[in-house]
């Protein structure tokens, strides 16, 4: 018997049909090694990426208005003069009690009733510098206690908290940086780094200050004790205590300065400020002070006495200030006095003497246009603008207008004015509200 080996039968006398039909494989190579293949390839992205954009620019031109426009955007235009003049306060000095070097007890600017301490006096330059040292460590001892106390203290869980302060702190020391306050530098880095370690306690970081507590404490013990007896130095009123005597301050009649004239101004201000050794500092006894300053008179027509005005004092880390201006002196020729008074009090402030300043005379805020945008209806001034593509007519106030810069704006309360982010056409003739742009 044969087996079967899976071979097909073939029936006696049948003829076996081949198939000739013959499948045919294509095989493709994509190898993008293939630099021809590669450049084909880029040719056809490039091209395929220009006829795609000039079909944009098309359409784009196709929808685009024909009418010239611009954005309503608010801008505002301000007038200043540059003056120097000198600040007057009620002073009174404080006559030192030793001979020898003045270390003040509390900074300048600073509010002390009467008795209070407000400097010491050391036979010698080394005690004082041994005190100083002692304050610094004591200050840094603060400083690092405050530290290890949030370690056990209660903890803002807001993260946004800590977010706002560290920018707060950073914006105050770039500021610093900038106006080149460098002497004020010192506490707003610690407040930066202070409110850096709260972040990071708060994520539960272990801060360790051991180790400088440990060595402030050492330097601590070393200046306690190393300077010599000093003579106390009391305040004999009320007000604020300023380390600095400059020899101005009997100078002046407190009393008067209303009616200072040009002449008056100018002579304190070819004066030269002299430090007084054989005192210990002064006292600002009343709360009112004034900045005197000539001013040319035309230029100054638009203040008035009465006024709140900005002025910017270049030589502040915050520079712009509110004053009231209190009085305008013309002397004849084309000058004035000009005075101005503030009750702010600070250090900086308490230090200020002969000062350069820019007095705001005029701010001016409004949207600015061409000319050519202006137009009047019925008597009525306005613009043009494009909303969609319909034309409609916008009333307009002319705020200020000098050369080729013009400000409009809207009255307040009322309606049919120009408006933020209005899109005002700039030419084209027989414009009318209503108008449906083609």
């Given at each position: 018997?044969?087996?079967?080996?899976?071979?097909?039968?073939?029936?006696?006398?049948?003829?076996?049909?081949?198939?000739?039909?013959?499948?045919?494989?294509?095989?493709?190579?994509?190898?993008?090694?293939?630099?021809?293949?590669?450049?084909?390839?880029?040719?056809?992205?490039?091209?395929?990426?220009?006829?795609?954009?000039?079909?944009?620019?098309?359409?784009?031109?196709?929808?685009?208005?024909?009418?010239?426009?611009?954005?309503?955007?608010?801008?505002?235009?301000?007038?200043?003069?540059?003056?120097?003049?000198?600040v007057i306060r009620q002073e009174s000095v404080l006559p030192s009690v030793a001979s020898g070097t003045v270390v003040p007890a509390i900074t300048n600017g600073s509010k002390v009733s009467q008795g209070d301490?407000?400097?010491?006096?050391?036979?010698?330059?080394?005690?004082?510098?041994?005190?100083?040292?002692?304050?610094?460590?004591?200050?840094?001892?603060?400083?690092?206690?405050?530290?290890?106390?949030?370690?056990?203290?209660?903890?803002?869980?807001?993260?946004?908290?800590?977010?706002?302060?560290?920018?707060?702190?950073?914006?105050?020391?770039?500021?610093?940086?900038?106006?080149?306050?460098?002497?004020?530098?010192?506490?707003?880095?610690?407040?930066?780094?202070?409110?850096?370690?709260?972040?990071?306690?708060?994520?539960?970081?272990?801060?360790?200050?051991?180790?400088?507590?440990?060595?402030?404490?050492?330097?601590?013990?070393?200046?306690?004790?190393?300077?010599?007896?000093?003579?106390?130095?009391?305040?004999?009123?009320?007000?604020?205590?300023?380390?600095?005597?400059?020899?101005?301050?009997?100078?002046?009649?407190?009393?008067?300065?209303?009616?200072?004239?040009?002449?008056?101004?100018?002579?304190?201000?070819?004066?030269?400020?002299?430090?007084?050794?054989?005192?210990?500092?002064?006292?600002?006894?009343?709360?009112?002070?004034?900045?005197?300053c000539i001013a040319p008179e035309k230029e100054t027509d638009p203040l008035r006495v009465g006024s709140t005005v900005t002025l910017t004092f270049p030589s502040m880390s915050v520079p712009n200030m509110k004053?009231?201006?209190?009085?305008?002196?013309?002397d004849g020729t084309g000058n004035t006095a000009l005075v101005f008074s503030s009750n702010l009090m600070n250090a900086e402030v308490a230090s200020l003497r002969l000062e350069n300043a820019e007095i705001l005379?005029?701010?001016?805020?409004?949207?600015?246009?061409?000319?050519?945008?202006?137009?009047?209806?019925?008597?009525?001034?306005?613009?043009?603008?494009?909303?969609?593509?319909?034309?409609?007519?916008?009333?307009?106030?002319?705020?200020?207008?000098?050369?080729?810069?013009?400000?409009?704006?809207?009255?307040?309360?009322?309606?049919?004015?120009?408006?933020?982010?209005?899109?005002?056409?700039?030419?084209?003739?027989?414009?009318?509200?209503?108008?449906?742009?083609?």
């Open positions: 018997m044969r087996e079967y080996d899976g071979t097909p039968t073939r029936k006696k006398g049948e003829i076996k049909k081949f198939n000739t039909k013959k499948i045919r494989l294509t095989n493709i190579d994509f190898n993008t090694s293939n630099p021809v293949l590669t450049r084909i390839v880029m040719i056809l992205l490039i091209v395929t990426v220009l006829v795609y954009g000039v079909y944009q620019f098309i359409v784009l031109e196709k929808n685009k208005s024909p009418l010239k426009t611009q954005t309503a955007l608010e801008r505002t235009i301000t007038r200043t003069v540059s003056a120097r003049g000198v301490t407000v400097a010491s006096v050391f036979s010698s330059a080394s005690d004082a510098a041994n005190i100083l040292r002692l304050k610094e460590v004591e200050k840094d001892i603060s400083y690092y206690e405050n530290i290890e106390s949030l370690s056990f203290g209660s903890m803002y869980t807001d993260i946004e908290t800590y977010r706002h302060n560290i920018s707060k702190s950073l914006y105050a020391v770039t500021d610093l940086i900038e106006s080149n306050h460098l002497s004020l530098l010192g506490d707003s880095l610690q407040e930066l780094s202070l409110w850096t370690t709260r972040r990071q306690i708060s994520t539960g970081t272990v801060v360790d200050v051991s180790e400088p507590l440990s060595r402030l404490e050492s330097l601590r013990n070393r200046y306690t004790g190393a300077y010599g007896d000093s003579r106390l130095v009391t305040a004999d009123r009320s007000g604020y205590y300023v380390n600095i005597v400059d020899g101005f301050e009997s100078k002046t009649d407190y009393e008067a300065v209303l009616t200072m004239s040009t002449a008056e101004v100018q002579s304190l201000l070819d004066q030269t400020p002299q430090t007084g050794n054989t005192y210990v500092g002064k006292l600002i006894t009343e709360f009112n002070w004034y900045y005197v004053m009231t201006l209190r009085a305008k002196n013309p005379l005029e701010s001016f805020t409004g949207f600015q246009v061409d000319m050519s945008a202006l137009r009047k209806v019925d008597g009525v001034d306005g613009v043009y603008v494009q909303v969609g593509n319909i034309v409609q007519f916008r009333k307009a106030k002319k705020i200020y207008a000098e050369n080729d810069i013009i400000l409009i704006g809207a009255e307040e309360g009322e309606s049919g004015y120009i408006r933020l982010y209005d899109e005002i056409i700039l030419e084209g003739i027989d414009l009318y509200d209503g108008k449906i742009i083609n």
